[in-house]
């Protein structure tokens, strides 16, 4: 199988676990990013990707080629450090170089290669720089050309974006992921922002409580999360406890019940949990209940300019609702309200 | 005290009030304590009397005029000129600072790279010629060399002089080493450097400045020092210090406030050297 294969990938320090039972296929000039909360094991398995932790146990292969055992220098893998890890010793032009100048590469064409990359990053200029003198979005830059310049097999990137402020993060991302796509280089990406994800990846593995919890693209991870973890992970959710009634409906707490067409296979009087996102759900003035049309009080409300949040008491759970400005009704705190569930948008989650 | 240096006291105060001007008279004085011996030094070798009176009731050149005839046509009373003693301390110095630095390198990046049994002890060990005092290295050493089956002659005064300036060349290696993080490493690592290459590429050009304090400290320890080395010369291997002591013995004459000078010279250029490559702040003594 080309690509990157992981086979019952294991982390343990002493009796801690970090990272186990990981079986992943990464697919050949794909962006893959790993994705989860802080100490979920993700920047475990990419250093054991890396070769800079060993394996506890199970196997990583290249192409075929095991490769779990193989120090690090000899892997041939890029990587950009949370750190960015420049050598302050070195101009920017050593610094890419230096990849090249381990392969004994000659002078020459260590000299053609900077320019080319140098010229890919738009820092032609900054080649005698140190890179204590760059500022943060060129140091990012020139990270990522000393990781592609001895043109590595695999492109590892571990929070590379985390330390520049917002909107540089941002076209960062685009750019990378530009670059990534145009030199079509297999990429790992870990990341613990979801937005990041979303506008890099082709595939998220999204990592939690040590292990995987699901793979898909963004939007699958999105809009059908495998279980209550992933749905609660990524994005705002309503997430609230539901108990199904038979022929797809569902009470919730509060004695209020709902149709929703995907329960019609689940047994009557059986405890589910459901999600619905902000975006899905509509606010009115207050009308008669008809339908998935219920009830509520307004209990906060969130103007962040661009977008309304509003929080409501509804039949005994608090539900959360995206609006924009337009949509918008005038809400206040202690205003009665009427919130619309469409079926479709509703999701059933395993616990 | 005079008006114009009180106001000068005031005038460099760092702290407001009574408190402040407490604290610099305190400081002034025990600055003045400290450079006391060497401002007598240098006036004693400037004296132009024949005794050791002070303050000297005249002042010439004559001392001076004299270490030099010593240093170009050596008494026959002496055992050794002073140019063979200058030549052994230079020897001893350098090959001191050399060992020193290569033993305290590595040291220095396993203490902090590495987690291993007795790392503790090993820290405390490399730290004890710190504390022991002076006088039982000295005999300890001695005894140890004269059960030796073989003479040791510049060799011995080498060895005891890495052993002195270890704590201090692994202290300024240590603090280099603290600042460096493991990812550069690790960076080497990934772009093709095997874990040696990366230390020799990285780490070791992030230490240098540290390595650079340690190596001139190191060089200064072992060209000052007295004790440890009085223990082991012998009548062919004799160190400037002990060449200076020999000759205040047998008959105290002022010359050795002359050498003295020059060697305070010599210290106060290498130390300059430090803070000049170092800058301030970045060696730990």
């Known amino acids: 199988m080309s690509g990157l294969v992981l086979e019952n990938v294991e982390k343990h320090y002493g009796s801690a676990c ?120 060129q140091r990012q830059r020139v990270a990522i050309a000393r990781a592609i310049a001895a043109r590595p097999k695999l492109l590892l990137l571990d929070e590379p974006l985390s330390a520049l402020d917002a909107k540089l993060r941002e076209s960062m991302q685009v750019e990378i992921r530009q670059l990534q796509q145009r030199l079509n280089i297999t990429t790992i990406l870990v990341t613990h922002d979801q937005r990041e994800a979303m506008t890099m990846a082709d595939i998220v593995v999204v990592l939690g409580e040590h292990r995987v919890q699901q793979v898909g693209t963004p939007i699958e991870i999105y809009r059908n999360p495998a279980n209550a973890f992933v749905a609660d992970f990524i994005g705002s959710g309503n997430i609230f406890p539901a108990i199904a009634l038979g022929n797809g409906r569902v009470s919730l707490p509060g004695g209020a019940a709902i149709q929703v067409p995907i329960c019609e296979s689940i047994q009557a009087g059986t405890s589910i949990k459901m999600l619905v996102r902000p975006e899905d759900l509509t606010l009115s003035l207050p009308q008669a209940t008809a339908g998935n049309r219920l009830q509520g009080t307004v209990t906060f409300v969130r103007d962040s300019g661009a977008t309304i949040e509003t929080t409501i008491d509804c039949s005994g759970v608090s539900l959360t609702a995206l609006s924009t400005p337009c949509q918008g009704i005038g809400l206040a705190i202690g205003n009665p309200v009427s919130v619309t569930i469409p079926a479709e948008a509703c999701r059933v989650l395993t616990a | ?115 291993f049994r007795g790392k503790a002890a090993a820290l405390q060990l490399m730290s004890l010629p710190l504390v022991f005092p002076m006088v039982v290295l000295g005999l300890a050493l001695l005894l140890i060399f004269d059960s030796l089956p073989f003479q040791l002659n510049t060799s011995r005064l080498v060895i005891a002089h890495v052993i002195l300036a270890l704590p201090f060349v692994v202290k300024n290696c240590t603090a280099a080493m603290l600042s460096i993080g493991s990812e550069v490493e690790e960076a080497a690592q990934m772009l093709g450097a095997s874990p040696l290459r990366a230390i020799v590429d990285v780490v070791v050009p992030l230490m240098r400045s540290g390595i650079l304090a340690g190596m001139l400290l190191a060089f200064i320890i072992s060209f000052n020092e007295f004790t440890v080395t009085y223990f082991l010369y012998n009548i062919d291997v004799m160190t400037v210090p002990i060449w200076m002591y020999s000759r205040t013995v047998s008959s105290l004459d002022p010359t050795v406030f002359s050498f003295a000078v020059l060697i305070v010279l010599i210290d106060f250029a290498l130390i300059w050297a430090l803070e000049k490559l170092v800058g301030e702040g970045g060696v730990s003594f």
């Open chain 1, 18 to 137: 970090a990272v186990t039972d990981v079986n992943l296929h990464l697919p050949e000039g794909k962006l893959v990013c790993f994705l989860g909360p802080s100490g979920c094991g993700k920047t475990t398995l990419l250093r054991m990707i890396a070769g800079l932790e060993t394996l506890s146990d199970g196997e990583i292969r290249l192409d075929g080629e095991d490769i779990g055992h193989t120090p690090a220098h000899q892997r041939n893998f890029g990587m950009v450090f949370q750190s960015l890890a420049l050598f302050p010793h070195m101009t920017v032009g050593e610094n890419i170089a230096y990849p090249l100048r381990l392969r004994g590469v000659s002078k020459a064409d260590q000299q053609a290669r900077v320019t080319e990359l140098l010229q890919l990053i738009q820092l032609q200029e900054m080649v005698d720089r140190p890179v204590a003198k760059l500022s943060g979005g």
């Open chain 2, 1 to 115: 005290m005079s008006s114009p240096l009180k106001s000068l006291f005031r005038g460099a105060a760092l702290l407001p009030g009574e408190t402040g001007r407490f604290a610099m008279l305190l400081s002034g004085g025990i600055l003045l304590l400290a450079v006391l011996p060497i401002l007598t030094m240098i006036v004693m070798s400037f004296s132009g009397a024949s005794n050791l009176d002070f303050p000297p009731a005249s002042y010439s050149l004559q001392w001076y005029k004299a270490a030099w005839n010593t240093f170009v046509s050596p008494d026959a009373s002496d055992v050794l000129s002073l140019g063979q003693a200058l030549t052994t301390s230079l020897l001893v110095a350098t090959l001191s600072m050399l060992f020193a630095t290569l033993v305290a390198v590595p040291a220095a990046y396993a203490l902090v790279r590495c987690e």
